[in-house]
């Protein structure tokens, strides 16, 4: 519609206004009388000789000593001023031979005429020579034959005397002839490089024919592939394995650096390319050029200014004119140029190289496809539209591709070529003719890997370390003035920097000065977030220490550096973990939180010499270490045989092969997310830039006299309405929520992730550590009866709540079957559940085990001693010890863990009917329950169970029981998630816990109802899935369930799920059907968490909240992961916080709301300032006119600069409302409000002008174009026109941030934003003083109500005791009657008022809420 309204304007608009001729009719519709004028407004006198001069206008009227030289001044000596300052020659670059001889007389002083008529010039000339006594007729510059009447006392003979000045005829138009020497010079730099360009392309094209035919015989070939996997070659495997491998075979063996990593790794496009000599001039002679543009125009711009010579346009042959039309088109010439190599800035170098084979050339140019992850409401078709265009745009120029350039080098011994690219070294395969990361294959048994414990020679570890690389994450964090460079090299600031070229022109250099401030401030708050947030990585990822390493047989002091797969390196107590290693020797604890965000120590045992499958991101992470933790404890084990076991580190992978290389890589090189808010934005900068066409062509239709005026007032619309801010302010929103995040112990490490934030209505959380707290409390035992001597009918006895009454094997098994253990201090370590078992025995951990026992264990007088161990693992949710009893001296295994998974290994005729049903009942009050099993192997020694498997040891145990503890919640989980579930955000549970124990802990949190009914989904016996009703435990027919999905079932029921029904739902593709109706997800795996995220965040955006431990892919894959983490510098997810409480994840969304209904706050208002800015310039356009350039600076440097700031400033709300902000630019809420406000203004600024129209003391004295240049814009503000414009602005420009300050859902209410309160009164404040107050220092700084110094003192009786530079209007001034400051200052007041009340009644509260009830958009419905 604004486009539309412009567009209307063209047909009616001239050089001036077209509803009324100018000073023609008063306000009752009278002719305008002739005024009175006071000015120098007599033509300059030419005269042949100075004798004939009017008396005090020749040299009579110089200084003694001095003369009149041919300027019309008085100098001792005037030779030296030049003939073209000869006013009588007006300005004609080749005066006719009759004016050659004319010499000009002083200026005639200040006269003052009745009823002056600036047409009829003849009139002005008769009072003139009356009041100076010229006699004789004098005749017009150009009329050489009129003839000449001198006068009686005239000494001089056939003297000439002519009318000049004001009334100089146009001189002709200079034209250059091009063989200046300048323009020589400058046409042979063109050619010169149009002639390399030509030279080069097809030099270049006849070099490449071989790859060019290459492609053409060979159907799809492309230059190279290469994807993030291990081929080998076949002589490489032979001296480093011992044995040929197949590309093949070693696809399969070889593995992801992370099981979480994504499933889908890029494709990289490789061209090869080679240094060429003619290349490099061709590339020199680019870059010289684009300087040369930029040397080229400050050399014009110079010029203007005359730094270049003694004067201005000196190389314009003194004609500003002519300088307008040289400048632009060397402007456009250089802004085009300098488009393309931005755009093409990754490809230039190597378009001046040779293409080759990537395994010829000596550098590589290496192509990602960018692959947006979509979040958000589906796009409407205008947005869609625009996205094609834009997809389309890129696929042409691939843009949608980042373009790296690397050296292609050799290693020193192999010679094999290799290159370094994300933070990794690519090898070349001669087999395969490929570059690819290369991983070694150690082997996938546990006594495949203890076959490397003597580690490696030095020259299989140099051959290693020559395919592998440096074990050291470089990386490339930028200083910050390299960051600066990359930031303003972009397309935005090079749009923004060319602009200020124009501003620098044409005398407006203090407005381009503090515009060109603002973009350098606005590119530097951007540059600090990003390179503190890349240093930050850096000091997290690159790390090099000293450490033992065993080579030869021989333990070396090397660097970290040095380590590659396959050596073995001693683990001390405090030092970082290099690399990822599985563990050979020793007891070591580490700490992980900084990896993993899991707050406790863990302990890692070394791996067994068995043929146990060796994972080490799933069952053997108990024996991995990984790069990046610390080893708080390293401490030897002894062997039964006396033989003590170092703690020792078999190294599995480097670099970013290993699980942190994977993280730092995930954040240095994230997939690009799309924001619904990114989307919308590419559309409005689309429609902005059509926009400011629209405001071009219409300053070119005004200013058509002057086309080369028009072009740079064309140009400086463009520049104001898409505002240099507007990129910070959009990101001002997040920075600001960091901030405030950070205060709450809440850390970020990705800032876009804050406003996605603000749109989570899906949030999941883990259950133990999240939802409740982190140690659970022993409850007690359920046995089965009979157990010692398995005597009578198999069931359990009643509930025993104290530990010491509990069966001999149910306290052993408390009292050894865990994972805790001790590290320096006496601080124990391990599961929470572990700890709390471990801590009711009152054991203690022997600090000296008995020789042969992995630990023993001193409870109740006895000495228990552990001689092996099966660690917990999550695949089967359990873990098992063999014990050797001293009071029998047998061996007893004891199995503990989930009762689902115990069970399938227990006797089955050791079993009670009732087992599922006990355990349930337990789980469903709450308990957290583990079944234990107990097997008696007789006494049997150790030796025989070294090669046992984990079977072998568990199979045929006998029930023992169930132990329980009471998982409680922490305080104030039930009212975090009650604000979650008020603020329209469904909660969710994705646990590894029992199913019932999750529906327990769900109702209690008020993830549910406390009396909802739930059915639980399993699957059978048969293999199907079935559904109980919890609470009733009956069966459920899958109808019913059907019906709860289709919202017709009766009452509140909701349903849960296990990990088996969740992923046999996946399998029959019928999970998105119940994805959003179910509440808790049980006995979920790592990997199942990570599955269950990606589903819902198809349906909405979703966060996610665990403690970091297993639900470390799931935090980092979520929209916004947030981990209860203890480091500020986890890499675990987005967001992690020191607070372990879930208040945390109720301030992350209350600030992500705040920070993107600030973001879109921000955007409104430049927007807003932009079509205010166009409103002020499009009506400058029509009246010719321009405020004062102290306006401009105070618009700019402080009033627009200031304000966007303090709109970010604006608090978050107390609490979450009900509704989310919206992210849609484009939307109903942004265009009501947007739009209503610039309408309003537009209305605002026509009845000012209506108002100024009917105004008597106005019509008359209107400005008029005709009697200026309008290229001299500073003299174009000495009028009510500007007045008027120029104050209703200012009140619209300060106004405009009050605007977007209202709403209290997101943000704190409006007089809660201080600093924006502040600066608003102080801003409409001084636009008041400006409008109401007497001419003062102020106002008249600003060239409004003022007036020349002799106007004040005669008319008004003002003596200003400050400069004013004379007034440039007929009348002199531009004071408004003190009656009408009110009326207009009412005007102003008006238009606040009613953008104001459009914004609270309309944009915010009644009509849009009755709007969005009535017509409500299309949003994710779910129940809460």
Same mark, same amino acid.
């Given at each position: 519609? /604004?486009?539309?309204?412009?567009?209307?304007?063209?047909?009616?608009?001239?050089?001036?206004?077209?509803?009324?001729?100018?000073?023609?009719?008063?306000?009752?519709?009278?002719?305008?009388?002739?005024?009175?004028?006071?000015?120098?407004?007599?033509?300059?006198?030419?005269?042949?000789?100075?004798?004939?001069?009017?008396?005090?206008?020749?040299?009579?009227?110089?200084?003694?000593?001095?003369?009149?030289?041919?300027?019309?001044?008085?100098?001792?000596?005037?030779?030296?001023?030049?003939?073209?300052?000869?006013?009588?020659?007006?300005?004609?670059?080749?005066?006719?031979?009759?004016?050659?001889?004319?010499?000009?007389?002083?200026?005639?002083?200040?006269?003052?005429?009745?009823?002056?008529?600036?047409? $009829?010039?003849?009139?002005?000339?008769?009072?003139?020579?009356?009041?100076?006594?010229?006699?004789?007729?004098?005749?017009?510059?150009?009329?050489?034959?009129?003839?000449?009447?001198?006068?009686?006392?005239?000494?001089?003979?056939?003297?000439?005397?002519? @009318?000049?000045?004001?009334?100089?005829?146009?001189?002709?138009?200079?034209?250059?002839?091009?063989?200046?020497?300048?323009?020589?010079?400058?046409?042979?730099?063109?050619?010169?490089?149009?002639?390399?360009?030509?030279? !080069?392309?097809?030099?270049?094209?006849?070099?490449?024919?071989?790859?060019?035919?290459?492609?053409?015989?060979?159907?799809?070939?492309?230059?190279?592939?290469?994807?993030?996997?291990?081929?080998?070659?076949?002589?490489?495997?032979?001296?480093?394995?011992?044995?040929?491998?197949?590309?093949?075979?070693?696809?399969?063996?070889?593995?992801?650096?992370?099981?979480?990593?994504?499933?889908?790794?890029?494709?990289?496009?490789?061209?090869?390319?080679?240094?060429?000599?003619?290349? @490099?001039?061709?590339?020199?002679?680019?870059?010289?050029?684009?300087?040369? @543009?930029?040397?080229?125009?400050?050399?014009?711009?110079?010029?203007?200014?005359?730094?270049?010579?003694?004067?201005?346009?000196?190389?314009?042959?003194?004609?500003?004119?002519?300088?307008?039309?040289?400048?632009?088109?060397?402007?456009?010439?250089?802004?085009?140029?300098?488009?393309?190599?931005?755009?093409?800035?990754?490809?230039?170098?190597?378009?001046?190289?040779?293409?080759?084979?990537?395994?010829?050339?000596?550098?590589?140019?290496?192509?990602?496809?960018?692959?947006?992850?979509?979040?958000?409401?589906?796009?409407?078709?205008?947005?869609?539209?625009?996205?094609?265009?834009?997809?389309?745009?890129?696929?042409?120029?691939?843009?949608?591709?980042?373009?790296?350039?690397?050296?292609? +080098?050799?290693?020193?011994?192999?010679?094999?070529?290799?290159?370094?690219?994300?933070?990794?070294?690519?090898?070349?395969?001669?087999?395969?003719?490929?570059?690819?990361?290369?991983?070694?294959?150690?082997?996938?048994?546990?006594?495949?890997?203890?076959?490397?414990?003597?580690?490696?020679?030095?020259?299989?570890?140099?051959?290693?370390?020559?395919?592998?690389?440096?074990?050291?994450?470089?990386?490339?964090?930028? $200083?910050?003035?390299?960051?600066?460079?990359?930031?303003?090299?972009?397309?935005?600031?090079?749009?923004?920097?060319?602009?200020? !070229?124009?501003?620098?022109?044409?005398?407006?250099?203090?407005?381009?000065?503090?515009?060109?401030?603002?973009?350098?401030?606005?590119?530097?708050?951007?540059?600090?977030?990003?390179?503190?947030?890349?240093?930050?990585?850096?000091?997290?990822?690159?790390?090099?220490?000293?450490?033992?390493?065993?080579?030869?047989?021989? !333990?070396?002091?090397?660097?970290?550096?040095?380590?590659?797969?396959?050596?073995?390196?001693?683990?001390?107590?405090?030092?970082?973990?290099?690399?990822?290693?599985?563990?050979?020797?020793?007891?070591?604890?580490?700490?992980?939180?900084?990896?993993?965000?899991?707050?406790?120590?863990?302990?890692?045992?070394?791996?067994?010499?068995?043929?146990?499958?060796?994972?080490?991101?799933?069952?053997?992470?108990?024996?991995?270490?990984?790069?990046?933790?610390?080893?708080?404890?390293?401490?030897?084990?002894?062997?039964?045989?006396?033989?003590?076991?170092?703690?020792?580190?078999?190294?599995?992978?480097?670099?970013?092969?290993?699980?942190?290389?994977?993280?730092?890589?995930?954040?240095?090189?994230?997939?690009?997310?799309?924001?619904?808010?990114?989307?919308?934005?590419?559309?409005?900068?689309?429609?902005?830039?059509?926009?400011?066409?629209?405001?071009?062509?219409?300053?070119?239709?005004?200013?058509?006299?002057?086309?080369?005026?028009?072009?740079?007032? *064309?140009?400086?619309?463009?520049?104001?309405?898409?505002?240099?801010?507007?990129?910070?302010?959009?990101?001002?929103?997040?920075?600001?929520?960091?901030?405030?995040?950070?205060?709450?112990?809440?850390?970020?490490?990705?800032?876009?992730?804050?406003?996605?934030?603000?749109?989570?209505?899906?949030?999941?959380?883990?259950?133990?550590?999240?939802?409740?707290?982190?140690?659970?409390?022993?409850?007690?035992?359920?046995?089965?009866?009979?157990?010692?001597?398995?005597?009578?009918?198999?069931?359990?006895?009643?509930?025993?709540?104290?530990?010491?009454?509990?069966?001999?094997?149910?306290?052993?098994?408390?009292?050894?079957?865990?994972?805790?253990?001790?590290?320096?201090?006496?601080?124990?370590?391990?599961?929470?559940? =572990?700890?709390?078992?471990?801590?009711?025995?009152?054991?203690?951990?022997?600090?000296?085990?008995?020789?042969?026992?992995?630990?023993?264990?001193?409870?109740?007088?006895?000495?228990?001693?552990?001689?092996?161990?099966?660690?917990?693992?999550?695949?089967?949710?359990?873990?098992?010890?063999?014990?050797?009893?001293?009071?029998?001296?047998?061996?007893?295994?004891?199995?503990?863990?989930?009762?689902?998974?115990?069970?399938?290994?227990?006797?089955?005729?050791?079993?009670?009917?009732?087992?599922?049903?006990?355990?349930?009942?337990?789980?469903?009050?709450?308990?957290?329950?583990?079944?234990?099993?107990?097997?008696? /192997?007789?006494?049997?020694?150790?030796?025989?169970?070294?090669?046992?498997?984990?079977?072998?040891? +568990?199979?045929?145990?006998?029930?023992?029981?169930?132990?329980?503890?009471?998982?409680?919640?922490?305080?104030?989980?039930?009212?975090?998630?009650?604000?979650?579930?008020?603020?329209?955000?469904?909660?969710?549970?994705?646990?590894?816990?029992?199913?019932?124990?999750?529906?327990?802990?769900?109702?209690?949190?008020?993830?549910?109802?406390?009396?909802?009914?739930?059915?639980?989904?399993?699957? =059978?016996?048969?293999?199907?899935?079935?559904?109980?009703?919890?609470?009733?435990?009956?069966?459920?027919?899958?109808?019913?369930?059907?019906?709860?999905?289709?919202?017709?079932?009766?009452?509140?029921?909701?349903?849960?799920?296990?990990?088996?029904?969740?992923?046999?739902?996946?399998?029959?593709?019928?999970?998105?059907?119940?994805?959003?109706?179910?509440?808790?997800?049980?006995?979920?795996?790592?990997?199942?968490?990570?599955?269950?995220?990606?589903?819902?965040?198809?349906?909405?955006?979703?966060?996610?909240?665990?403690?970091?431990?297993?639900?470390?892919?799931?935090?980092?894959?979520?929209?916004?992961?947030?981990?209860?983490?203890?480091?500020?510098?986890?890499?675990?997810?987005?967001?992690?916080?020191?607070?372990?409480?879930?208040?945390?994840?109720?301030?992350?969304?209350?600030?992500?709301?705040?920070?993107?209904?600030?973001?879109?706050?921000?955007?409104?208002?430049?927007?807003?300032?932009?079509?205010?800015?166009?409103?002020?310039?499009?009506?400058?356009?029509?009246?010719?006119?321009?405020?004062?350039?102290?306006?401009?600076?105070?618009?700019?440097?402080?009033?627009?600069?200031?304000?966007?700031?303090?709109?970010?400033?604006?608090?978050?709300?107390?609490?979450?409302?009900?509704?989310?902000?919206?992210?849609?630019?484009?939307?109903?809420?942004?265009?009501?409000?947007?739009?209503?406000?610039?309408?309003?203004?537009? *209305?605002?600024?026509?009845?000012?002008?209506?108002?100024?129209?009917?105004?008597? @003391?106005?019509?008359?004295?209107?400005?008029?174009?005709?009697?200026?240049?309008?290229?001299? !814009?500073?003299?174009?503000?000495?009028?009510?026109?500007?007045?008027?414009?120029?104050?209703?602005?200012?009140?619209?420009?300060?106004?405009?941030?009050?605007?977007?300050?209202?709403?209290?859902?997101?943000?704190?209410?409006?007089?809660?934003?201080?600093?924006?309160?502040?600066?608003?009164?102080?801003?409409?404040?001084?636009?008041?003083?400006?409008?109401?107050?007497?001419?003062?220092?102020?106002?008249?700084?600003?060239?409004?109500?003022?007036?020349?110094?002799?106007?004040?003192?005669?008319?008004?009786?003002?003596?200003?005791?400050?400069?004013?530079?004379?007034?440039?209007?007929?009348?002199?001034?531009?004071?408004?009657?003190?009656?009408?400051?009110?009326?207009?200052?009412?005007?102003?007041?008006?238009?606040?008022?009613?953008?104001?009340?459009?914004?609270?009644?309309?944009?915010?509260?009644?009509?849009?809420?009755?709007?969005?009830?009535?017509?409500?958009?299309?949003?994710?419905?779910?129940?809460?």
């Amino acid at each position: 519609m /604004l486009i539309l309204w412009k567009v209307f304007l063209i047909g009616l608009v001239t050089a001036k206004p077209q509803f009324n001729s100018v000073n023609k009719y008063d306000a009752h519709g009278n002719l305008c009388p002739l005024r009175t004028r006071t000015g120098n407004l007599c033509p300059q006198l030419c005269v042949s000789d100075v004798q004939l001069c009017p008396s005090g206008l020749g040299d009579d009227g110089c200084p003694d000593g001095q003369h009149l030289c041919i300027d019309g001044s008085c100098s001792g000596a005037c030779g030296d001023i030049p003939a073209r300052k000869n006013p009588c020659g007006c300005s004609f670059q080749y005066p006719p031979e009759q004016s050659k001889d004319l010499k000009p007389c002083m200026a005639f002083p200040v006269v003052t005429i009745d009823q002056y008529d600036p047409n $009829n010039i003849g009139k002005t000339t008769e009072f003139c020579s009356d009041k100076f006594n010229i006699s004789g007729e004098i005749p017009f510059w150009g009329q050489w034959s009129a003839t000449q009447k001198l006068p009686e006392n005239a000494t001089v003979d056939n003297g000439r005397r002519f @009318w000049s000045g004001s009334e100089c005829p146009s001189a002709p138009k200079y034209r250059y002839t091009y063989d200046e020497p300048l323009w020589i010079g400058v046409f042979s730099c063109v050619g010169a490089e149009a002639l390399i360009l030509l030279l !080069w392309v097809s030099y270049k094209f006849l070099r490449e024919n071989s790859v060019r035919r290459m492609r053409h015989r060979e159907s799809g070939f492309k230059a190279a592939t290469a994807k993030t996997m291990a081929p080998a070659a076949a002589d490489v495997s032979d001296k480093l394995e011992g044995k040929a491998q197949s590309l093949d075979d070693e696809s399969k063996t070889s593995k992801q650096s992370s099981s979480e990593s994504q499933d889908d790794e890029p494709v990289l496009q490789i061209k090869g390319f080679k240094n060429d000599f003619l290349g @490099w001039i061709g590339f020199t002679s680019v870059l010289l050029v684009s300087v040369g @543009w930029i040397v080229w125009i400050g050399f014009w711009i110079g010029d203007y200014y005359g730094t270049l010579g003694a004067e201005p346009d000196t190389l314009s042959h003194y004609n500003s004119v002519l300088l307008d039309e040289t400048i632009i088109p060397i402007w456009i010439f250089a802004v085009c140029w300098l488009v393309v190599c931005c755009q093409f800035q990754k490809r230039i170098r190597n378009f001046f190289r040779i293409e080759c084979l990537p395994s010829e050339g000596t550098y590589v140019q290496i192509e990602r496809e960018l692959q947006e992850i979509k979040v958000g409401v589906k796009a409407s078709k205008l947005v869609a539209f625009a996205k094609r265009v834009e997809e389309g745009f890129s696929r042409l120029t691939r843009a949608n591709f980042h373009v790296q350039t690397c050296k292609i +080098e050799r290693t020193p011994h192999t010679k094999r070529r290799y290159f370094n690219y994300m933070c990794t070294q690519y090898v070349f395969n001669d087999a395969t003719s490929q570059y690819a990361p290369y991983n070694f294959d150690l082997g996938t048994t546990n006594a495949q890997l203890r076959q490397h414990a003597d580690g490696l020679t030095s020259d299989e570890a140099q051959l290693r370390f020559e395919l592998i690389g440096r074990n050291f994450i470089a990386v490339d964090a930028p $200083n910050y003035l390299m960051g600066f460079v990359y930031e303003v090299s972009t397309f935005f600031y090079l749009y923004q920097i060319m602009v200020m !070229w124009i501003y620098w022109y044409w005398n407006y250099y203090i407005v381009g000065l503090v515009s060109f401030g603002i973009i350098m401030v606005s590119a530097i708050v951007k540059v600090v977030v990003k390179v503190r947030s890349e240093k930050r990585v850096k000091r997290m990822a690159e790390h090099e220490e000293e450490c033992r390493i065993l080579r030869d047989g021989q !333990w070396q002091t090397l660097s970290t550096i040095d380590l590659v797969p396959g050596d073995v390196f001693k683990i001390e107590a405090g030092a970082h973990v290099p690399c990822d290693a599985a563990v050979l020797g020793g007891n070591i604890v580490v700490d992980e939180s900084t990896l993993s965000g899991e707050p406790l120590p863990l302990k890692k045992v070394p791996v067994r010499n068995d043929q146990g499958t060796f994972d080490k991101n799933g069952s053997s992470k108990i024996n991995t270490l990984f790069a990046g933790t610390t080893a708080t404890q390293a401490m030897p084990t002894t062997a039964s045989d006396g033989s003590v076991s170092e703690p020792l580190g078999l190294c599995l992978d480097t670099g970013t092969h290993t699980l942190k290389g994977n993280l730092v890589k995930e954040i240095l090189f994230p997939q690009p997310i799309s924001f619904i808010f990114d989307e919308q934005l590419r559309l409005v900068f689309g429609i902005l830039i059509l926009y400011a066409i629209i405001i071009f062509v219409l300053a070119m239709v005004f200013y058509e006299t002057q086309p080369s005026a028009a072009f740079i007032y *064309a140009i400086f619309s463009m520049s104001q309405l898409i505002s240099p801010l507007l990129p910070a302010a959009l990101v001002m929103g997040q920075s600001v929520a960091a901030s405030r995040l950070k205060k709450k112990g809440i850390y970020c490490v990705n800032l876009p992730r804050i406003t996605m934030a603000g749109k989570v209505s899906l949030f999941c959380f883990d259950k133990t550590g999240t939802l409740t707290k982190e140690g659970l409390e022993f409850y007690g035992g359920l046995c089965v009866r009979n157990m010692e001597d398995r005597i009578g009918t198999l069931e359990f006895d009643p509930f025993i709540e104290s530990f010491d009454a509990l069966p001999n094997h149910m306290r052993s098994a408390a009292a050894t079957c865990h994972g805790v253990a001790e590290v320096e201090g006496g601080l124990r370590i391990g599961n929470p559940v =572990d700890l709390e078992m471990f801590a009711t025995t009152k054991g203690q951990i022997s600090k000296n085990p008995t020789p042969g026992a992995l630990d023993t264990i001193s409870v109740e007088n006895l000495s228990l001693d552990i001689v092996k161990r099966f660690e917990f693992i999550h695949s089967r949710a359990s873990m098992s010890v063999a014990v050797r009893d001293p009071r029998d001296g047998h061996i007893h295994v004891y199995v503990k863990g989930s009762f689902e998974k115990v069970k399938e290994h227990l006797d089955s005729t050791t079993v009670p009917d009732d087992y599922l049903y006990a355990a349930n009942r337990m789980a469903r009050q709450g308990g957290y329950v583990l079944a234990v099993g107990h097997r008696d /192997l007789g006494d049997i020694s150790v030796d025989e169970m070294e090669h046992w498997t984990r079977d072998d040891m +568990e199979n045929g145990s006998e029930l023992v029981g169930f132990i329980v503890f009471k998982n409680m919640l922490k305080e104030d989980t039930p009212q975090a998630i009650a604000k979650l579930k008020r603020g329209s955000t469904r909660t969710i549970m994705i646990t590894g816990d029992t199913a019932l124990t999750g529906v327990f802990i769900g109702k209690q949190a008020g993830l549910m109802n406390e009396a909802a009914t739930v059915y639980l989904g399993d699957i =059978d016996k048969s293999g199907d899935i079935s559904w109980i009703d919890v609470d009733r435990e009956v069966n459920v027919d899958q109808s019913v369930v059907d019906q709860v999905i289709d919202g017709s079932a009766d009452g509140d029921i909701e349903l849960a799920m296990t990990g088996k029904a969740f992923n046999y739902l996946i399998e029959q593709d019928q999970i998105r059907n119940y994805i959003l109706y179910t509440r808790v997800f049980a006995r979920m795996l790592p990997a199942d968490k990570l599955t269950c995220i990606r589903y819902h965040m198809e349906r909405g955006i979703t966060a996610m909240c665990g403690d970091g431990g297993n639900d470390t892919a799931a935090l980092r894959t979520a929209h916004a992961g947030i981990a209860l983490a203890n480091n500020e510098a986890s890499i675990v997810s987005p967001f992690s916080s020191s607070n372990h409480s879930i208040e945390s994840c109720v301030e992350l969304l209350i600030q992500g709301r705040s920070a993107l209904a600030s973001s879109l706050a921000g955007y409104m208002y430049l927007i807003c300032y932009g079509q205010t800015m166009t409103v002020l310039k499009t009506v400058s356009f029509y009246f010719s006119i321009s405020p004062n350039q102290n306006i401009w600076i105070y618009i700019d440097a402080f009033i627009n600069t200031t304000l966007s700031l303090c709109v970010s400033y604006s608090g978050p709300a107390k609490r979450l409302s009900k509704y989310r902000p919206t992210a849609q630019i484009l939307g109903p809420q942004m265009l009501t409000s947007a739009m209503g406000t610039v309408f309003i203004n537009y *209305a605002f600024v026509a009845g000012a002008f209506g108002w100024l129209y009917s105004k008597q @003391w106005f019509r008359c004295n209107e400005f008029d174009s005709g009697d200026l240049d309008i290229a001299k !814009w500073w003299l174009l503000a000495d009028n009510y026109e500007t007045v008027i414009l120029a104050i209703v602005s200012l009140f619209q420009f300060a106004n405009n941030a009050m605007v977007v300050n209202f709403g209290y859902l997101f943000r704190r209410r409006w007089y809660r934003n201080y600093p924006l309160l502040f600066l608003w009164a102080v801003y409409i404040s001084i636009n008041s003083i400006i409008l109401l107050a007497d001419p003062n220092w102020l106002s008249c700084r600003f060239r409004i109500n003022c007036g020349s110094k002799s106007v004040l003192a005669d008319k008004y009786d003002l003596h200003p005791d400050f400069y004013i530079e004379e007034y440039g209007n007929p009348i002199q001034n531009n004071i408004i009657p003190t009656g009408s400051r009110y009326e207009l200052w009412g005007i102003c007041i008006g238009n606040m008022v009613a953008t104001i009340l459009w914004q609270l009644l309309v944009a915010l509260y009644p009509v849009h809420s009755l709007t969005r009830k009535k017509r409500p958009l299309r949003r994710l419905q779910v129940k809460l």
